[in-house]
């Protein structure tokens, strides 16, 4: 089935294009000079909608600023910030090239999506496949890993096996970066074991979600599952798994997004960009914070209610996980729209009723609202699911939106991120340090 429209709604995304003064500000230049580049033939502009001012493609002009050696403008001291049209965060909601994030993902399959934020194209039914020499790798490496090892362990090697499996990874022109993450991102999730015994993932054709939402044929979702639970998946256990990877695909300039965007500015291979996300996605504070609400559901659950929870969590002077976000003053729209979901799936019901109970408990104290940890935790928690489930879902999300950052970085001037350290050591001239076996003697 396809995903139709109703009548009067929006109409399909579109290309990103910035107006006039956005156009004026990236080149450094007054609009009256943007209008003269325009006569000159060095851009191209449409009419606005309405038929007020002009609108200029998103890519002409960055690469007229790449050709004028146009600078970003300074951003504040003491910031690291920079251009990006990927994600906007604005409001207590956020947006993927413009469009409501929540909304792509809620109606579109994770591929769909990744397209959208690769491309500014909403491609339809897009299929992606996880090519035999890379996947074979990359499962003789996870193979070879200690049974304890946890699931970002296997997606690291994963990733670094993929690499060595293909020789074209150091081509950074912008399809061979597709092709190579098109490819990357089922490789992962191939790669990882089936948890105790479950069965294959079916391997049916996979086609977009259909008007309410659900996902019909098996996609990355239905993949993914039995990498995550023994238990059968249902068909809105899978609509919230697949929605989860929609919405987390990029966040703006998260830590391991950052992380990516330094590597590609020194023009590492989207593999190594994959692997610097990882390494900055393993810490408690980031991708792992769903693997600590996990734990607090589950001892909620066997203890009967939040409260002695959460005052065991204050009284040790620990906060409480699943609980506020630095870019949100309400509830984190991912959680919402997770919630939203959850509610229809019956097995749910007893953690997502403990979640509530966390956030009203805590917010006696302290005005803090459910993200998007919590959300996932919920989901791991009623589905049989291990504590490190919402990280392994994060982690596989996440590498379509570091792909997004590579390829914008690709684009700029290479190793621009470069800070200066402030030196707070021993002032020169400091005298020769003296030897360990001088000092015996």
């Known amino acids: 089935m396809t995903d139709q429209a109703d009548p009067g709604s929006r109409s399909e995304p579109t290309a990103h294009r910035l107006t006039t003064r956005e156009t004026a500000e990236r080149l450094g230049v007054k609009p009256e000079t943007v209008y003269a580049y325009v006569s000159r033939g060095q851009l191209s502009s449409n009419r606005a909608p309405g038929g007020r001012g002009s609108t200029f493609d998103a890519a002409e002009v960055e690469a007229l600023a790449r050709r004028t050696g146009r600078r970003e403008p300074t951003p504040p001291a003491g910031d690291l910030a920079f251009r990006t049209g990927i994600t906007l965060i ?45 996947l074979a790798a990359a499962r003789r490496t996870v193979g070879a890993l200690p049974a304890h090892c946890g699931s970002t362990d296997r997606l690291r ?13 150091f081509d950074l022109s912008r399809e061979a970066v597709l092709g190579g993450a098109r490819s990357l991102i089922p490789t992962l999730v191939a790669a990882l074991p089936m948890v105790g015994g479950a069965p294959a993932a079916s391997s049916g054709t996979l086609v977009p979600k259909d008007a309410d939402g659900g996902i019909a044929e098996a996609g990355l979702a239905r993949q993914l599952w039995p990498k995550l639970t023994a238990r059968p998946a249902d068909e809105a256990s899978l609509d919230v798994l697949d929605t989860a990877l929609g919405l987390l695909i990029d966040h703006d300039l998260a830590a391991s997004t950052l992380a990516a965007r330094v590597a590609a500015s020194a023009r590492a291979h989207p593999y190594a960009v994959v692997s610097a996300g990882l390494g900055v996605l393993e810490g408690p504070l980031h991708g792992a914070a769903s693997g600590l609400a996990h734990r607090m559901l589950a001892e909620a659950l066997e203890r009967g209610g939040a409260a002695p929870v959460v005052a065991d969590h204050l009284r040790t002077g620990r906060r409480v996980p699943g609980l506020g976000h630095r870019l949100y003053t309400g509830e984190d729209p991912r959680a919402t729209t997770l919630f939203a979901l959850l509610a229809k799936v019956p097995r749910a019901a007893p953690a997502l009723a403990a979640a509530r109970d966390v956030v009203t408990t805590t917010t006696r104290h302290a005005p803090l609202h459910a993200n998007v940890d919590l959300a996932l935790a919920v989901l791991s928690a009623s589905s049989g699911m291990a504590p490190e489930a919402g990280e392994t879902v994060f982690a596989i999300s996440r590498t379509a939106g570091w792909i997004a950052h590579a390829l914008e970085e690709y684009g700029e001037r290479p190793l621009r991120m470069r800070p200066t350290g402030q030196y707070n050591g021993p002032r020169p001239p400091q005298p020769l340090p003296v030897t360990m076996g001088a000092l015996l003697q």
């Not at 591929?111 to 039914?125: D, H, K, M, Y």
């Not at 090697?157 to 990874?169: E, I, K, Q, S, T």
């Open 90 to 134: 604005e409001s207590d909601r956020y947006y993927f090239r413009g469009v409501d994030a929540t909304e792509l993902a809620r109606r579109h399959t994770y591929e769909e999506v990744a397209e959208w934020l690769w491309t500014g194209e909403l491609r339809t039914g897009m299929r992606f496949a996880a090519p035999a020499e890379a």
């Open 157 to 169: 090697v994963a990733v670094v096996a993929a690499a060595a499996a293909d020789p074209l990874r």
